[in-house]
Structure formats: structure tokens, C-alpha cells
């Protein structure tokens, strides 16, 4: 009993160690609770005019961050830099991992409306598009063909610690917030070579059972990923930055007034595909991927952004049930 109780106690001590060294700044992300093999996502955003941070959609193989394991990324992160008139694409593949960057220049800021942001991903091509406008297309390289497994799509914001990359920090500006109107998905169908089916998400509420809120942090970000800076108000995503002293969000989201929808325009001009061996017999490969595992696979938190920045992995710890367990065992250990 009292070896069971010094290996509790130094697990609790190093616990309250990463407790006590928890980060100043709150941010937040939400994934979802599946991960699928290729699709089609749009969303309406508005995103965060603070330099510093970055207001991001992306999908994730989970365990990427894993040492020795193949990472599998596409992202989609808008800077607040430069009064958030630039984003970024990006695929993060391999075991090194190798950065495909792109940065893109908006003619009006990303942070005064919102608008329509589009990644789809097929077996030979990945293309990204803003408010109905292809921006990039990455088509038949190794680039592509890497991406084998199924991702999950996620949003956050966060603040990099890397100044060349997302600007400099001035935590006078926070609070500041992302906002999402809306996600949509369609799955790939390999034998027609469209996109189908799938799902929306109004946000109307915030669906635990297809949902996860991260707890944690990363290498190179400023920010602990907390529950309560990830919300619905109003029917639309809030995910707020804020100091540990403030976290959440009591205010009014900026209301959308929503562009005509740019499926049409991107699909008009969407290549040709081939079949896939992978999806050919259906509509749609996915694999669950349980807020569970998530967090587990997460909790190594050796992120990879290009130039030292960091990427949005991250592993949540629980601290109650072990302080629980202590107390017990402290409690038996005396009657002892």
C-alpha cells in the first residue's frame, strides 16, 4: 500500500507541476468525434485581426505528432497579422514531416465579415477556395498520394510563439474571437468522381455526440486549449483567446449575411479524377475517432509547423481523479 502510495503521489506531483505551469493565454478547439478519407468542407468564418494568432480550419490524422509516425495534415490558417488580409495553405506529410506552404493575399480583411472558405481532398488532387474562388490546387504528386489515412476536421485559435511567421504578440487586444457560421461536408464518391451526401452543421448547438472541446497545449503555442473558450451563441461557433482571467465570451456574435454558397463555383472548376482503389465500392471511407483517443494520441504535443511554429495537436490531462485516488489511499493509509 504505501509503494502504491509514493507512485501516486509523484505522479500527482508532477500533475500539479504542469498545473502550476499553465499557460497565461485561453484559447480553443473543437474536433469532431470522426475521422474520414477525402471530402469536400465549407464553412463560413470570421476570423480573429490580431497579430500573433491564427484562426484555423484544418483536418488531422491523429497521432501524427507521434514519433516515427507518418503525419497527415491539411490546413487551412488565417493570420491576424497584417489586419488578417493573409492565410495560409498547407499539407504537413511524412515522418520529418515535410511543410507544403503557401501564403495568400486577401484584398480585404478576413476579420470584417465573413466568408466562405472551401478544402476539398480527393486521391489526386487537394484545391482550397475563398468565397467561390480557387486559390490553389496541388494535383498528382507525391504530395497527395501520401495522404492515406482518415482525418478528423477541426477548428482552433491559438497564438504561435514563431514572431517571423504569425507577427508580433501584444496581449493588449485580446479578447478576440472566431466565428463560424456553419461547416459542411460532402463525401467523395471515387466511381462518379463527386462529391455527395454527407452532413451541415448550423451550429444551432454544439453537439457533444459529434463534437469534442480540446484541453490542451502544444510546443510554440501561447495558449492552453480550454473547454469554456469553445461555445454556441446565437447559432453561431465562438472560439475565443483570452487571458486565463476571462475566459469564455458574454457578447453578441457579429451577425452573417451569407454570399450565395460556392459549391457551384468550385466545382466548375474541379478536375477530373480517378478512381481510387481505396473508395471505389463507396461513397464515402471514414473511421471513427473517438474524443478519447483524441486526447490520448494528442498528449505528446510535439507539434510541426513550418518554422518553428507549432501545430494544433495536443493531449488533454485530467486532473481530479487522481488527486481523488491520493486522497483515498492517504485516508487508508492512516486508518492503517
Given at each position: 500500500?504505501?509503494?502504491?502510495?509514493?507512485?501516486?503521489?509523484?505522479?500527482?506531483?508532477?500533475?500539479?507541476?504542469?498545473?502550476?505551469?499553465?499557460?497565461?493565454?485561453?484559447?480553443?478547439?473543437v474536433?469532431?468525434?470522426?475521422?474520414?478519407?477525402?471530402?469536400?468542407?465549407?464553412?463560413?468564418m470570421?476570423?480573429?485581426?490580431?497579430?500573433?494568432?491564427?484562426?484555423?480550419?484544418?483536418?488531422?490524422?491523429?497521432?501524427?505528432?507521434?514519433?516515427?509516425?507518418?503525419?497527415?495534415?491539411?490546413?487551412?490558417?488565417?493570420?491576424?497579422?497584417?489586419?488578417?488580409?493573409?492565410?495560409?495553405?498547407?499539407i504537413?506529410?511524412?515522418t520529418?514531416?515535410?511543410?507544403?506552404?503557401?501564403?495568400?493575399?486577401?484584398?480585404?480583411?478576413?476579420?470584417?465579415?465573413?466568408?466562405?472558405?472551401?478544402?476539398?481532398?480527393?486521391?489526386?488532387?487537394?484545391?482550397?477556395?475563398?468565397?467561390?474562388?480557387?486559390?490553389?490546387?496541388?494535383?498528382?504528386?507525391?504530395?497527395?498520394?501520401?495522404l492515406?489515412?482518415p482525418?478528423?476536421?477541426?477548428?482552433?485559435?491559438?497564438?504561435?510563439?514563431?514572431?517571423?511567421?504569425?507577427?508580433?504578440?501584444?496581449?493588449?487586444?485580446?479578447?478576440?474571437?472566431?466565428?463560424?457560421?456553419?461547416?459542411?461536408?460532402?463525401?467523395?464518391?471515387?466511381?462518379?468522381?463527386?462529391?455527395?451526401?454527407?452532413?451541415?452543421?448550423?451550429?444551432?448547438?454544439?453537439?457533444?455526440?459529434?463534437?469534442?472541446?480540446?484541453?490542451?497545449?502544444?510546443?510554440?503555442?501561447?495558449?492552453?486549449?480550454?473547454?469554456?473558450?469553445?461555445?454556441?451563441?446565437?447559432?453561431?461557433?465562438?472560439?475565443?483567446?483570452?487571458?486565463e482571467?476571462?475566459?469564455?465570451?458574454?457578447?453578441?456574435?457579429?451577425?452573417?449575411?451569407?454570399?450565395?454558397?460556392?459549391?457551384?463555383?468550385?466545382?466548375m472548376?474541379?478536375?477530373?479524377?480517378?478512381?481510387?482503389?481505396?473508395?471505389?465500392?463507396?461513397?464515402?471511407?471514414?473511421?471513427?475517432?473517438s474524443?478519447?483517443?483524441?486526447?490520448?494520441?494528442?498528449?505528446?504535443?510535439?507539434?510541426?509547423?513550418?518554422?518553428?511554429?507549432?501545430?494544433?495537436?495536443?493531449?488533454?490531462?485530467?486532473?481530479?481523479?487522481?488527486?481523488m485516488?491520493?486522497?483515498?489511499?492517504?485516508?487508508?493509509?492512516?486508518?492503517?
Amino acid at each position: 500500500m504505501r509503494r502504491l502510495l509514493c507512485v501516486c503521489l509523484a505522479i500527482a506531483t508532477g500533475l500539479i507541476a504542469s498545473i502550476t505551469n499553465a499557460k497565461a493565454y485561453k484559447g480553443a478547439e473543437v474536433y469532431l468525434n470522426e475521422s474520414y478519407l477525402y471530402g469536400r468542407y465549407e464553412m463560413r468564418m470570421r476570423v480573429a485581426n490580431a497579430s500573433g494568432v491564427l484562426s484555423t480550419f484544418f483536418t488531422y490524422k491523429d497521432g501524427s505528432q507521434i514519433a516515427g509516425t507518418f503525419w497527415e495534415e491539411i490546413d487551412i490558417e488565417i493570420f491576424g497579422k497584417n489586419n488578417a488580409t493573409q492565410w495560409q495553405s498547407n499539407i504537413i506529410y511524412g515522418t520529418g514531416p515535410t511543410h507544403t506552404e503557401e501564403v495568400h493575399t486577401e484584398s480585404t480583411s478576413l476579420a470584417e465579415d465573413y466568408h466562405t472558405y472551401v478544402l476539398e481532398w480527393t486521391p489526386d488532387y487537394v484545391a482550397w477556395f475563398v468565397d467561390g474562388v480557387e486559390k490553389r490546387r496541388i494535383t498528382a504528386t507525391s504530395t497527395v498520394s501520401s495522404l492515406t489515412s482518415p482525418q478528423s476536421p477541426r477548428f482552433n485559435i491559438w497564438a504561435s510563439e514563431s514572431v517571423p511567421w504569425v507577427g508580433a504578440w501584444d496581449d493588449s487586444v485580446l479578447p478576440v474571437y472566431q466565428f463560424i457560421n456553419y461547416i459542411d461536408y460532402k463525401a467523395y464518391n471515387a466511381t462518379t468522381k463527386t462529391f455527395e451526401g454527407g452532413w451541415r452543421d448550423e451550429f444551432d448547438t454544439l453537439d457533444s455526440a459529434r463534437w469534442g472541446k480540446a484541453s490542451w497545449t502544444f510546443d510554440t503555442n501561447r495558449v492552453d486549449f480550454v473547454p469554456e473558450n469553445a461555445l454556441v451563441k446565437n447559432g453561431i461557433l465562438v472560439l475565443a483567446l483570452t487571458t486565463e482571467t476571462a475566459t469564455g465570451y458574454t457578447g453578441t456574435p457579429p451577425a452573417d449575411e451569407p454570399a450565395q454558397s460556392s459549391s457551384a463555383s468550385s466545382a466548375m472548376v474541379s478536375s477530373s479524377v480517378a478512381v481510387s482503389s481505396s473508395a471505389a465500392n463507396s461513397s464515402i471511407a471514414f473511421a471513427s475517432s473517438s474524443a478519447a483517443s483524441s486526447s490520448v494520441v494528442a498528449y505528446a504535443a510535439a507539434s510541426s509547423k513550418a518554422k518553428a511554429a507549432g501545430n494544433s495537436g495536443g493531449g488533454a490531462v485530467h486532473y481530479g481523479w487522481v488527486l481523488m485516488l491520493m486522497s483515498l489511499l492517504l485516508f487508508r493509509t492512516r486508518k492503517s
